[in-house]
C-alpha cells in the first residue's frame, strides 16, 4: 500500500495560507523521508452561510512547480474539478505536466460539488455528472491515443491531436466518485477509485459493495480497479488543531509511529492501494512523525502482523 501527504492549499480558520516555501519544504522532506506521493485539492473557494469565505491556492500552479521540486514521490490531485476546466486542454495539461515529472503524475478527476465556487468563478453547474461523463469522453482517449473527435451537448474537442505525446499513454487516472452514476463512470473510465475519507472499515465496505455493483454493470473486474482514499493525522503536542479536530478527536489518528502505522495498516488489509494523508499542524516534525508511522506501517504490512 502506498502511502501519501496532502499539501493544503486552503486558508485555516485563522486565516492562514501555507507559503510556496512551506509547500515546498513540506514536500522535499516527506519525498527524502520515503512517502509515496504528495498530492494536492482543487477548489477555489468555499463560501458557507454564516462563516467567512475561505480562499484557495490554484492547485495545478502548485502541483506544477511541485514537479519541479521533487524527483521521486507521485503527484496527484484529489481531485480536481473537470467543470473548472476545458476538458481537451486539461488532457494537454496533464501529458505536459507528466513529462516535465518524469511519469510520476496520478490524475484524479471529480464533477465538483460546492455551487458558490462555480457561480464566483463563472462556471455552469447545472448537469455536473452529464457534463463530467462528456469531458471523460474526451480526456480518457487523449490521454491514451493522443487523438479524439467529439461534438458533444457540453464540450466539443474536433480531430483534436496531443503532439508531441509524453513518456506514458498509461497515466493513471482517478475517479472520485459516491453516487450511482459516478460509480458507473468510475467503473468504465478509471484506474483508481477515490472515496474521499475512508473512514471506518464498515463505511468502506459499504460503498465498495455500491463499487463492485457499477463493475458488474460495466461488465468490468473490480479487482483491476485500484482504491484510493483520504486519512487524517493530528498531532496536538506540535500545535494547534483545527477547530473540527479539536471538537472532534475520533476524527483523526494520531499517537506514536506504531500506533498511527497499525491504523494506517488496517487499510491495506481492506485492499486499499493507496493511502492520503492530511497532516496537522502542517509543521517539519508533524511529517517527520507521519513518514515514521508511515514505515511502521509497511513493515507491519510486510511480515503480516497487521491482519
Same mark, same amino acid.
Given at each position: 500500500?502506498?502511502?501519501?501527504?496532502?499539501?493544503?492549499?486552503?486558508?485555516?480558520?485563522?486565516?492562514?495560507?501555507?507559503?510556496?516555501?512551506?509547500?515546498?519544504?513540506?514536500?522535499?522532506?516527506?519525498?527524502?523521508?520515503?512517502?509515496?506521493?504528495?498530492?494536492?485539492?482543487?477548489?477555489?473557494?468555499?463560501?458557507?452561510?454564516?462563516? %467567512?469565505?475561505?480562499?484557495?491556492? =490554484?492547485?495545478?500552479?502548485? #502541483?506544477? *512547480?511541485?514537479? +519541479? &521540486?521533487?524527483? !521521486?514521490?507521485?503527484?496527484?490531485?484529489?481531485?480536481?474539478?473537470?467543470?473548472?476546466?476545458?476538458?481537451?486542454?486539461?488532457?494537454?495539461?496533464?501529458?505536459?505536466?507528466?513529462?516535465?515529472?518524469?511519469?510520476?503524475?496520478?490524475?484524479?478527476?471529480?464533477?465538483?460539488?460546492?455551487?458558490?465556487?462555480?457561480?464566483?468563478?463563472?462556471?455552469?453547474?447545472?448537469?455536473?455528472?452529464?457534463?463530467?461523463?462528456?469531458?471523460?469522453?474526451?480526456?480518457?482517449?487523449?490521454?491514451?491515443?493522443?487523438?479524439?473527435?467529439?461534438?458533444?451537448?457540453?464540450?466539443?474537442?474536433?480531430?483534436?491531436?496531443?503532439?508531441?505525446?509524453?513518456?506514458?499513454?498509461?497515466?493513471?487516472?482517478?475517479?472520485?466518485?459516491?453516487?450511482?452514476?459516478?460509480?458507473?463512470?468510475?467503473?468504465?473510465?478509471?484506474?483508481?477509485?477515490?472515496?474521499?475519507?475512508?473512514? %471506518?472499515?464498515?463505511?468502506?465496505? =459499504?460503498?465498495?459493495?455500491? #463499487?463492485? *455493483?457499477?463493475? +458488474? &454493470?460495466?461488465? !468490468?473486474?473490480?479487482?483491476?480497479?485500484?482504491?484510493?482514499?483520504?486519512?487524517?493525522?493530528?498531532?496536538?503536542?506540535?500545535?494547534?488543531?483545527?477547530?473540527?479536530?479539536?471538537?472532534?478527536?475520533?476524527?483523526?489518528?494520531?499517537?506514536?509511529?506504531?500506533?498511527?502505522?497499525?491504523?494506517?495498516?488496517?487499510?491495506?488489509?481492506?485492499?486499499?492501494?493507496?493511502?492520503?494523508?492530511?497532516v496537522y499542524p502542517f509543521t517539519e516534525e508533524a511529517v517527520a512523525r507521519f513518514a515514521a508511522a508511515a514505515?511502521?506501517?509497511?513493515?507491519?504490512?510486510?511480515?503480516?502482523?497487521?491482519?
Amino acid at each position: 500500500m502506498k502511502i501519501g501527504l496532502m499539501m493544503p492549499l486552503a486558508e485555516d480558520e485563522w486565516g492562514h495560507a501555507e507559503s510556496w516555501a512551506s509547500l515546498r519544504a513540506r514536500a522535499e522532506e516527506a519525498e527524502a523521508a520515503g512517502l509515496d506521493s504528495v498530492w494536492v485539492y482543487d477548489h477555489l473557494l468555499h463560501r458557507f452561510e454564516g462563516k %467567512p469565505v475561505v480562499g484557495f491556492q =490554484e492547485s495545478w500552479t502548485v #502541483l506544477s *512547480a511541485l514537479a +519541479a &521540486a521533487t524527483s !521521486r514521490v507521485e503527484l496527484g490531485t484529489t481531485v480536481l474539478c473537470a467543470g473548472f476546466r476545458n476538458p481537451a486542454l486539461l488532457a494537454r495539461m496533464a501529458v505536459t505536466l507528466d513529462a516535465v515529472s518524469g511519469g510520476r503524475l496520478i490524475l484524479g478527476l471529480g464533477a465538483g460539488w460546492h455551487e458558490p465556487e462555480f457561480d464566483a468563478f463563472g462556471f455552469p453547474f447545472d448537469h455536473r455528472v452529464s457534463r463530467f461523463a462528456e469531458a471523460l469522453q474526451i480526456i480518457r482517449p487523449l490521454l491514451r491515443t493522443g487523438e479524439v473527435d467529439v461534438e458533444g451537448t457540453y464540450h466539443r474537442a474536433k480531430e483534436c491531436v496531443l503532439q508531441p505525446r509524453g513518456p506514458r499513454t498509461d497515466i493513471p487516472l482517478l475517479i472520485a466518485s459516491f453516487g450511482p452514476r459516478m460509480m458507473r463512470l468510475t467503473a468504465r473510465y478509471a484506474d483508481l477509485w477515490n472515496t474521499d475519507w475512508l473512514g %471506518p472499515a464498515a463505511h468502506l465496505a =459499504e460503498r465498495r459493495a455500491a #463499487l463492485d *455493483a457499477a463493475c +458488474a &454493470a460495466e461488465g !468490468r473486474d473490480p479487482a483491476t480497479l485500484g482504491i484510493t482514499g483520504g486519512v487524517t493525522i493530528g498531532y496536538p503536542d506540535l500545535g494547534p488543531l483545527p477547530g473540527w479536530m479539536r471538537a472532534d478527536p475520533s476524527s483523526y489518528f494520531t499517537g506514536p509511529a506504531d500506533a498511527v502505522g497499525a491504523r494506517l495498516a488496517e487499510y491495506a488489509a481492506l485492499g486499499v492501494q493507496h493511502v492520503i494523508a492530511n497532516v496537522y499542524p502542517f509543521t517539519e516534525e508533524a511529517v517527520a512523525r507521519f513518514a515514521a508511522a508511515a514505515t511502521a506501517s509497511r513493515e507491519m504490512v510486510a511480515s503480516g502482523t497487521h491482519a
